[in-house]
């Protein structure tokens, strides 16, 4: 039932869809059928191009969001745990976490080319924060009562962070990697609409140039698609990840 | 096994701006395997003093010695039972038990220690559930566990059974009297029950304003019931004296 709830919208705007189109409300041009696009994705992939595209998107994504948390979460730990770091960085983190990734890509490109490193450097940017932010965060609020029972219980510093600080830590920052995985998504897009010659932004990009809305549909269906496929696997991940946390949270809703 | 020894401890804390005395110049001499309760009001400095003598925070002046060398948490000398339970909650039971037995290279020498104290403390059954999942009383067994588990040789207890229900109390401090006398610990008590301190405690401590205003030996016998006249009578001489303080 609450998988036919989750669908229940969308059965609802494609059937919109296909009766405006169908009754010719809507130009067949500029809003095709959904059945053509269902063709239209089926040859896509039978001719392995759709499949290209995504691979190449994936990658970038993959290998983004991996360099960005090898970054962002050692530092997040060092400033979380060194209230002196904290302060030196706050103002220089906090303004470029105003930036949006995007308004830096004309730079990137002049600085790292056009290639791939201009593109991850936008990931990087678009994950960095909220990863770092929200292990900052999850490593400041660790209840310092936990501490004082690794404390009476005779553990070090170093025992006291990796068996209380960043387990109690955990669900905040599968959060921010969540998070950060959906802004990587999101920005890498925007990256690839501007300079690439792979990946589904190009795809919508040449599409335009073509002049087929049929095939900028087709990319930004996988797009969200995509993105909500990544987010159950990752929110999958977490409940296997954090199993206590839903016995809290039906322990406090009974 | 060690007792303790504490000589001129003094711990101030600035509120606003003026200083509160916490702990002034206490001193005492706790013998080893004995079981000591302290008893005073709220705020009268019981939980600090706990907090001074586990290493949670600094004293300001004084020292505090094992009777049989320096002291430590590191060398499972000292550890304490919090008020709350402080239970990982990312841990089951049986994980927050083995918690305690970070220093043991021998998982199943570990593994086999947890599995007698869960027996001990009635915990087996529910030794896969996660804190969230369990009733108070089994929470702060499972903290008395952790504690036990880490084998320290004196076992501080900050009021751990003060949010528990009179009749999950009373078994919980049935079995605290069974645990003492069978792992032979020495135990420094502190609650604001008087019933508590007289039912439990070996020598009641009466602290006042930061300061111990009374010492006395409690020579009940055990197990004790809290309706004899002989219990009554140390109860009303302890609360005199916390009145008259």
Known sequence: MKWVKR????????????????MGLVNDYLLPHPWKIAALVWSLITKGILWNHIQVS???VFEGFFITFCLAFPLAILVGMNRLCLELLETPLEFVRHIPPLATTPLLI?????????????????????????????????????????????????????RIVLPSALPVIITGMRLGFGYSWR?????????????LGYMIMEAEELARPDIVLVGIITIGTLGHLLDHVFFGLSSRLIPWQEMEQNHVGS | MSGLKINGLDKRYRIKDR????????????????????????????????????????????????TNGELNTVDRQISMVFQEPRLMPWLTVRQNMLFALHKEKDRNKAGARVDSLLLMLGLTEFQDAYPSQISGGMAQRTALGRTLCFDPNIILMDEPFGALDAFTRRKLQLELVDIFFNHKKTILFVTHDVDEAVFLGQRILVMENGRMVCDQLNKLPYPRNPLMSEF??????????????
């Not at chain 1, 002049?110 to 932010?133: D, H, M, N, Q």
Request: charged share 15%; hydrophobic share 50%; net charge positive.
């Open chain 1, 187 to 199: 920005a890498l897009i925007g990256a690839e609409l501007l300079a690439a010659t792979a990946g």
């Open chain 1, 110 to 162: 002049l600085w790292l080319g056009i290639g791939e490193s201009s593109k991850f450097a936008v990931i990087v940017l678009a994950t960095f924060f909220p990863i770092f932010l929200n292990t900052v965060n999850g490593v400041t609020r660790c209840d310092n009562k936990l501490i004082e029972v690794g404390q009476a219980l005779g553990m070090g510093p170093i025992q006291r962070i990796i």
């Open chain 2, 19 to 66: 200083w509160v005395n916490a702990v002034s110049n206490i001193s005492l001499s706790i013998p080893e395997g004995q079981f000591v309760t302290v008893v005073g009001k709220s705020g009268c400095g019981k939980t600090t003093l706990l907090r001074l003598i586990c290493g949670l925070e600094n004293a300001d002046k004084g020292s505090i010695r094992l």
């Open chain 1, 7 to 22: 669908f229940v919208v969308i059965v609802l705007i494609v059937t919109a869809w296909g009766f405006c189109s169908g």
């Open chain 1, 58 to 60: 994936m990658w970038r």
């Open chain 2, 232 to 245: 009554l009578i140390v109860r009303e001489k302890i609360i005199k004296t916390i009145v008259d303080s």
